[in-house]
């Protein structure tokens, strides 16, 4: 009986450390991260997560677009049916989709003139899109009231001055 419960303890254990690596690959790693240490990068699967930004660059089967994580951003490529997926991108009057990208990383992609960009493996779309709202901060629309006449009058006076001398 202990041989047995000994072999279950190894097993156990096995299993246990055995799971650390799967763990370690699905890590996020930041833009900022890749930008700063491309080196250790370079030709590796890696995963990033952020937001869809700008549009998406259809060049035939295959496409490009631009995640930023907060950090900085980066390029993605990937097939068009993939890129398709993406329904927002983010804008100033939009917040864009949040994906999570598997792909390998080029520190300086040989394909595509010597830029830094991620091949994409797999797409996932981590939460919608959505339509982004700004408030109007009242003071700078009451500074605007106040000092627009200090702006007119300089401008009269400037158009004057201009005026006058140019009648000499």
């Known amino acids: 009986m202990c041989k047995i419960q000994k072999i279950m303890l190894i097993v156990i254990i096995t299993a246990i450390f055995s799971s650390f690596p799967v763990l370690a690959s699905e ?3 930041s833009v900022s991260e890749l930008i700063d240490n491309g080196w250790e990068y370079d030709s590796k699967i890696i995963n990033i997560q952020g ?11 295959y496409s ?15 097939k068009t049916t993939d890129g398709k997926m993406i329904k927002s991108y983010g804008n100033y009057h939009k917040i864009g989709d949040s994906v999570r990208i598997t792909g390998v990383f080029n520190r300086a992609c040989k394909e595509h003139g010597g830029d830094m960009d991620i091949h994409c493996d797999s797409i996932q779309i ?7 709202t700004h408030d109007i901060n009242k003071h700078k629309i009451i500074l605007t009231i106040v000092l627009m006449p200090f702006v007119i009058y300089g401008t009269m006076k400037t158009y004057g001055v201009i005026r006058k001398n140019s009648k000499n």
């Open 126 to 132: 981590v939460s919608d899109g959505y339509e982004r």
């Open 64 to 78: 490009f677009v631009n995640i930023n994580d907060g950090t900085s951003a980066i390029g993605i490529y990937l």
């Open 27 to 29: 890590a996020i790693t």
């Open 51 to 61: 937001e869809a930004i700008g549009e998406l660059l259809e060049r035939g089967k």
